[in-house]
């Protein structure tokens, strides 16, 4: 039996055997990693993830892998060869997840399928991340995030009324799945070793890029069932609450949000603006969003007289609710961050100290932690082929030399 490391965090002793890939995949399995599950990824041994050719670059390394790819071990594997499959089912054996994002029935061509693997590890949760899901008549169209974000309804309410749809800055649908990912993969942990007793058996999770998105629209499917209601877009304003908006100051931007009655009043106060309290436009929530331009327009005639902090100064001590807008160099400098430990720093051989977003949540007891950055192409295959599973020097001498591992 093959024990899983022992890392630190909430997840110390969960062995997860990662064939996903790609970010989705990758970000679901980062997240386990950083609270202490033991990770191994796999990958072909000719054809490397891409994220490890994603910009930017430290010499030749990508830092987006160093991001993704860390906590984790790193063999290489042809799945798609005899031996590749046998040692797969080996090292799943003893594990107690297993990810894959390939397009749907592409494992079920290397007769890796979820009979094949619950037949080898009935305890085996299955993650599936694709494009569309494993059933439907797109399943088996291969799907990025960007057209994830355009189905789900992300891109029809994102931007401003009098522009085009706007897609995300980050990738947002490959984000959002992963974190349901995680919260499914914990679920099915917690069935099977708690739930009415734990029914002690695997299950396959089956994530879409789209669904995820599409469920974060709450209200959106009541809306339209009841009343034929399509949300449209509303820039950086709320469909739903006024004072809500990005507003410019003397040397900037900083946000406000007001939705409820009691910190509106405070944000008139701040404003000296005591007056608009009483006006029929404000009165209410619902009347302030009808007249959402109105006041976006006194509050911001009054913030572009002043910098950012001395806004943000005036707003706080009346007990209103606002922020600045950081871009990352102003992240690394703010003492909130600072406090948090929101920032760490590991020792990588490849690109030496380096900087690194800190695991997230915090635990009172069993924190995570960041052990390493991204490791390289196959750099554990010894470690897990030879150490782990057990393979003599010589079988795997010849498997390398086949391109098999």
């Known amino acids: 039996m093959v024990e899983a490391r022992t890392r630190a965090g909430p997840l110390d002793g969960l062995r997860i055997v990662d064939c996903s890939g790609m970010i989705s995949g990758g970000f679901a399995t980062t997240q386990l990693a950083d609270f202490g599950a033991d990770v191994v990824f796999v990958e072909h041994p000719e054809y490397r993830d891409p994220l490890r050719e994603w910009p930017p670059f430290e010499g030749e390394t990508s830092l987006w892998w160093k991001s993704i790819g860390r906590n984790k071990r790193c063999v ?44 080898h590890n009935p305890e085996l949760v299955i993650v599936r991340l694709s494009g569309y899901g494993q059933t439907g008549p797109r399943s088996e169209k291969p799907g990025f995030g960007t057209v994830a974000e355009g189905i789900s309804g992300f891109a029809h309410a994102n931007g401003f009324p009098d522009r085009e749809p706007l897609l995300p800055p980050i990738s947002l649908a490959d984000l959002t799945a992963a974190t ?79 939705s409820n009655q009691r910190t509106f009043e405070r944000v008139a106060e701040a404003i000296d603006r005591p007056d608009i309290v009483e006006d029929e436009r404000f009165a209410t929530n619902d009347r302030r969003v009808e007249n959402a331009e109105a006041l976006d327009a006194i509050i911001e005639s009054w913030t572009r007289e002043r910098t950012t902090a001395a806004a943000i100064e005036r707003m706080e001590a009346a007990d209103a609710i606002v922020g600045p807008v950081y871009d990352i160099a102003d ?64 079988t795997y001498a010849d498997l390398r030399d086949r391109g098999i591992v």
Do not use: C
């Open 180 to 258: 349901f990912a995680v919260q499914a993969t914990m679920f099915a942990l917690f069935e099977r070793e708690i739930g009415r007793g734990g029914s002690g058996e695997g299950q396959v999770v089956d994530v879409s890029l789209y669904e995820p998105l599409f469920r974060l629209f709450v209200g959106d499917v009541e809306a339209y069932d009841r009343q034929g209601l399509v949300a449209e877009r509303t820039g950086n304003r709320h469909p739903n609450a006024a004072p809500r908006n990005v507003y410019e100051t003397e040397d900037g931007y900083m946000t406000l949000s007001a």
């Open 331 to 394: 992240i690394f400098e703010d003492e909130q961050y600072a406090a948090r430990g929101d920032i760490v720093e590991v020792d990588d051989p490849d690109v030496g100290p380096l900087k690194t977003a800190a695991t997230v949540p915090k635990f009172s007891r069993t924190p995570g932690a960041v052990e390493h950055a991204g490791a390289g192409h196959g750099e554990h295959n010894e470690e897990v082929f030879l150490g782990e599973l057990g393979l003599d020097e010589a």
């Open 76 to 119: 290489t594997l042809d799945l798609n060869t005899g031996e590749g499959r046998e040692l797969l089912l080996d090292m799943i054996a003893d594990a107690d997840v297993f990810f894959e994002n390939f397009r749907p029935g592409t494992i079920e061509r290397w007769d890796l399928g979820p009979e094949t693997l619950h037949e």
